[in-house]
């Protein structure tokens, strides 16, 4: 139930959409005679799309996110596993072509592979199911499993957790199948989480809740880091996209939190 509710909420909810429903909006006001509330709503869109595309509220949001856990020093010692969140696929259009297509967020897979070649004894285990409210059959597990096979990792090295749905899911489902596999967890294991950096905080104090120490190995990311991320985007909805990205993530902590899915509304190290 929490995670149809979730889908349903964010689609109304996030700012790119909300703007277009506003549009759309006056467009049936317009049609019903509403000529004065039709004009409202006209300007809250455009006046919306505008703040959105000139503020920097994205990318603050955003770098806020991706600040909070620094990035994975170069001598790191040797894990037992790492762990890679999914995200960084589309199934709908690797079943259709028949060839795996990744999205914006492929380092999660990407730098996984470097990693197993960096840690050759190390075990890698993916966790991602499908989080569409429609699956298409294919889940995200099946498409990195072809992905990394297909970079030569080793599939005896290959663990997947393929029924999660959301990172609540993630965590919870991977933290049982390590224990079944490896054991519980002890304080030498050293476990890598790899996802994308502003989704980091949430994944951390998910995997917390569940009792499994991750280390966190940030990929993926949106922003430099500098001033010249206040700069207003090029593109509008690239804004529109920063924005939802980053508030999705901001709104799950306060709700986790509420729901006491985590221990910390902005997990840290």
Known sequence: MFFITSKLFWFLAAPGNLVVLLGFAGLAAGVLKRQRLALWLYRASAIGLLLIWILPLGPLLLTTLE??????????????????????????????????SLNEAAERLTEAVRLSRLYPQATLIFSGGSGALV?????????????????????????????????????????????????????????????????????VGLFRKVGLPVVPYPVDYRTRGTSQDLLPHAQAMDAVRDLDLSLREWVGLAAYRATGKIDDIFPGP
């Open 67 to 100: 600040n909070r856990f620094p990035q994975a020093p170069a001598s790191l010692g040797a894990p037992i596993g790492i762990i890679v969140l999914g995200g960084a696929s589309d199934e709908t259009i690797t079943a259709a072509r028949g060839r795996v």
């Open 135 to 203: 699956p298409t059959g294919l889940s995200e597990a099946s498409v990195a499993r072809q992905f990394w096979t297909d970079m030569g990792v080793d599939p005896a090295r290959i663990v997947l957790e393929g029924k999660s749905r959301n990172t609540t899911e993630n965590a919870a489902f991977t933290a049982a199948l390590i224990r079944d596999t490896f054991g519980p967890p002890t304080p030498d294991q050293r476990w890598l989480l790899v996802t994308s950096a502003f989704h980091m905080p949430r994944s």
